[in-house]
């Protein structure tokens, strides 16, 4: 495994940009977990630093870099848990750990191999918990030959194995967003969020008992509250409940979440019996955009193990929005004297950018199969092996082709990759290095045939923007690169040597890829292969290097 030093000028950078820095410790992120034997490591070096003024730690955000939606957080003895929506990538549900809620480590998924057999694909908004020494996860998922429903697994411990017990609420225009809390009198309740918006109707927060097996709903459904306040807009949704005082707490996102245009807030309301009445705080949002992190919202409150309140939730970077995704944010509140929670700002500048969420990643698949950190699209996920120090993809002819991605964790990087025999490919068949927006719109460059070919797909509609002869050189191994500014410009290149690179295109030009990234998911880096599946492409080497 290559270890890729983590630039000194991160450091740097962020050194002078806290305030009353007194103490250092190391950071790490994108470490595969247990049994991924990816071999992927943190840079040698620290590339964040946590440090504290006025006796409390300060972080820097994202603590959870990439495309981390609609987080949820539990704390389990002396760990915190988390997962969030991994939509329509597989595996389906990340699971991460982290001793201190800003240093955190993906070690698997909630789904790994097999998806809930009543559920096809929108794997939404996990809700993590715990009760009676097991864990819970309430999701949402679209329901195969009907619309989303919230569903429940249960594990005995937080990285699993999970025992899905199917789905609890599927509304007609849909079911989202669920969240377990129990009431004043210790009765267990399930709370969600009708999708009304989808038919452009408004959203009741509903609340309706639930059995203490977590296996279905009893008694009758009330609405605790929907979308009336302007700034609401067309929905209330991300409902994360907590009681504290005479109060429950509701903690609620509203408004537009995803894309460039998005208009996501935090609200909270409160009321002292879970059903009601409910009174939202007159200050809402509570939780707006910065000059640094946009739209954000739909998060878990969680305390920090000094006493703390925070709610990590997920905001867009302003200088990577949609490209990169929603990003796992921890934002710090205080209960104030009127009994309403508020939002403190933390003592550090606010465009600050987590040097950690900028480390260098590698890959040379010298593990015994493949790493956590690799993703596919839900539905098709493809067959591969790693063996040998090398990744085995085999082609597929349909829907874009076979696909392994990862996060893009920053607006501008460098993704490479070695393309093992390409001479060997025939010419039905394509592999290569390419930008993952969905099996529908991707970059990339690859080698078929004898040709090294450049080329886009939009909307499902393949078209090839520029080819050459894949010289002799190449014809064992063939180095492909991809260089991202600003999230949207894309430059791809290739090289026999790793020395001398040649862009397809002339005058080293650039392909716009805004058309990528889906309403609700960030871009993925990686690998592709289309073709018969009796072609199988054979990759070493990748590596991303990010910029903050």
Same mark, same amino acid.
């Given at each position: 495994?290559?270890?890729?030093?983590?630039?000194?000028?991160?450091?740097?950078?962020?050194?002078?940009?806290?305030? &009353?820095?007194?103490?250092?410790?190391?950071?790490?992120?994108?470490?595969?977990?247990?049994?991924?034997?990816?071999?992927?490591?943190?840079?040698?070096?620290?590339?964040?630093?946590?440090?504290?003024? %006025?006796?409390?730690? *300060?972080?820097?955000?994202?603590?959870?870099?990439?495309?981390?939606?609609?987080?949820?957080?539990?704390?389990?003895?002396?760990?915190?848990?988390?997962?969030?929506?991994?939509?329509?990538?597989?595996?389906?549900?990340?699971?991460?750990?982290?001793?201190?809620?800003?240093?955190?480590?993906?070690?698997?998924?909630?789904?790994?191999?097999?998806?809930?057999?009543?559920?096809?694909?929108?794997?939404?908004?996990?809700?993590?918990?715990?009760?009676?020494?097991?864990?819970?996860?309430?999701?949402?998922?679209?329901?195969?030959?009907?619309?989303?429903?919230?569903?429940?697994?249960?594990?005995?411990?937080?990285?699993?194995?999970?025992?899905?017990?199917?789905?609890?609420?599927?509304?007609?225009?849909?079911?989202?967003?669920?969240?377990?809390?129990?009431?004043?009198?210790?009765?267990?309740?399930?709370?969600?969020?009708?999708?009304?918006?989808?038919?452009?109707?408004?959203?009741?927060?509903?609340?309706?008992?639930?059995?203490?097996?977590?296996? %279905?709903?009893?008694?009758?459904?009330?609405?605790?509250?929907?979308?009336?306040?302007?700034?609401?807009?067309?929905?209330?949704?991300?409902?994360?409940?907590?009681?504290?005082?005479?109060?429950?707490?509701?903690?609620? %996102?509203?408004?537009?979440?995803?894309?460039?245009?998005?208009?996501?807030?935090?609200?909270?309301?409160?009321?002292?019996?879970?059903?009601?009445?409910?009174?939202?705080?007159?200050?809402?949002?509570?939780?707006?955009?910065?000059?640094?992190?946009?739209?954000?919202?739909?998060?878990?409150?969680?305390?920090?193990?000094?006493?703390? @309140?925070? *709610?990590?939730?997920?905001?867009?970077?302003?200088?990577?929005?949609?490209?990169?995704?929603?990003?796992?944010?921890?934002?710090?509140?205080?209960?104030?004297?009127?009994?309403?929670?508020?939002?403190?700002?933390?003592?550090?500048?606010?465009?600050?950018?987590?040097?950690?969420?900028? !480390?260098?990643?590698?890959?040379?698949?010298?593990?015994?199969?493949?790493?956590?950190? @690799?993703?596919?699209?839900?539905?098709?996920?493809?067959?591969?092996?790693?063996?040998?120090?090398?990744?085995?993809?085999? &082609?597929?002819?349909?829907?874009?082709? %076979?696909?392994?991605?990862?996060?893009?964790?920053?607006?501008?990087?460098?993704?490479?990759?070695?393309?093992?025999?390409?001479?060997?490919?025939?010419?039905?068949?394509?592999?290569?290095?390419?930008?993952?927006?969905?099996?529908?719109?991707?970059?990339?460059?690859?080698?078929?045939?004898?040709?090294?070919?450049?080329?886009?797909?939009?909307?499902?509609?393949?078209?090839?923007?520029?080819?050459?002869?894949?010289?002799?050189?190449?014809?064992?191994?063939?180095?492909?690169?991809?260089?991202?500014?600003?999230?949207?410009?894309?430059?791809?290149?290739?090289?026999?040597?790793?020395?001398?690179?040649?862009?397809?295109?002339?005058?080293?030009?650039?392909?716009?890829?805004?058309?990528?990234?889906?309403?609700?998911?960030?871009?993925?880096?990686?690998?592709?292969?289309?073709?018969?599946?009796?072609?199988?492409?054979?990759?070493?080497?990748?590596?991303?290097?990010? !910029?903050?």
């Amino acid at each position: 495994m290559r270890i890729i030093a983590s630039p000194a000028k991160s450091l740097l950078l962020i050194s002078s940009l806290l305030t &009353a820095a007194c103490q250092q410790t190391p950071t790490s992120t994108q470490v595969s977990g247990p049994g991924a034997e990816a071999k992927e490591r943190p840079a040698t070096e620290p590339a964040a630093a946590a440090t504290t003024t %006025a006796g409390k730690p *300060l972080f820097i955000n994202p603590v959870m870099p990439g495309d981390f939606p609609d987080p949820s957080v539990v704390k389990v003895g002396d760990t915190y848990w988390a997962s969030a929506t991994s939509s329509n990538w597989g595996p389906a549900f990340p699971l991460l750990k982290s001793k201190n809620l800003t240093e955190w480590e993906l070690v698997g998924h909630m789904f790994p191999d097999k998806l809930p057999e009543w559920a096809d694909y929108y794997f939404w908004a996990p809700e993590i918990t715990q009760e009676g020494g097991k864990i819970y996860v309430y999701y949402t998922a679209h329901k195969k030959g009907g619309n989303l429903a919230v569903g429940v697994a249960s594990a005995d411990r937080p990285e699993g194995p999970y025992r899905d017990h199917g789905p609890l609420v599927g509304q007609p225009v849909g079911s989202i967003d669920g969240f377990p809390m129990r009431d004043e009198n210790g009765k267990l309740y399930l709370i969600w969020k009708e999708d009304g918006n989808s038919v452009n109707q408004p959203t009741p927060i509903w609340a309706q008992p639930i059995n203490e097996a977590r296996t %279905a709903l009893t008694g009758e459904k009330k609405e605790l509250f929907r979308n009336t306040e302007t700034w609401e807009g067309n929905l209330v949704e991300g409902v994360s409940m907590v009681r504290h005082g005479d109060y429950f707490y509701a903690f609620y %996102a509203a408004n537009g979440c995803c894309g460039h245009t998005c208009t996501y807030g935090t609200g909270v309301a409160r009321a002292k019996s879970l059903l009601g009445p409910w009174e939202k705080n007159p200050r809402n949002p509570i939780l707006q955009p910065t000059e640094a992190w946009r739209c954000p919202g739909h998060g878990t409150v969680t305390q920090g193990f000094d006493g703390r @309140w925070f *709610l990590l939730h997920h905001a867009y970077a302003a200088n990577s929005f949609e490209n990169v995704g929603r990003q796992g944010v921890l934002t710090e509140f205080a209960w104030k004297a009127d009994n309403w929670p508020e939002f403190v700002t933390q003592g550090v500048a606010p465009a600050v950018y987590n040097p950690a969420a900028a !480390q260098p990643v590698g890959d040379d698949f010298n593990g015994a199969k493949l790493g956590v950190h @690799w993703q596919w699209p839900i539905e098709d996920r493809p067959q591969f092996a790693v063996r040998g120090g090398q990744l085995r993809l085999t &082609a597929h002819p349909d829907k874009g082709g %076979a696909a392994l991605g990862r996060h893009t964790l920053t607006a501008d990087y460098t993704a490479t990759i070695t393309l093992l025999a390409p001479a060997a490919l025939p010419a039905s068949a394509t592999a290569g290095l390419a930008a993952h927006g969905d099996p529908k719109n991707m970059l990339a460059l690859t080698a078929s045939g004898g040709k090294l070919q450049l080329w886009e797909r939009r909307n499902g509609k393949q078209t090839v923007l520029a080819q050459t002869v894949l010289p002799s050189a190449a014809s064992k191994a063939v180095q492909l690169r991809m260089q991202v500014k600003g999230g949207n410009s894309y430059r791809f290149a290739w090289s026999t040597d790793g020395t001398t690179w040649t862009n397809p295109l002339a005058n080293d030009g650039a392909t716009n890829g805004q058309f990528l990234p889906p309403w609700d998911r960030g871009v993925r880096v990686g690998v592709l292969a289309q073709g018969p599946a009796t072609t199988t492409a054979i990759f070493d080497d990748f590596s991303l290097i990010n !910029q903050p």
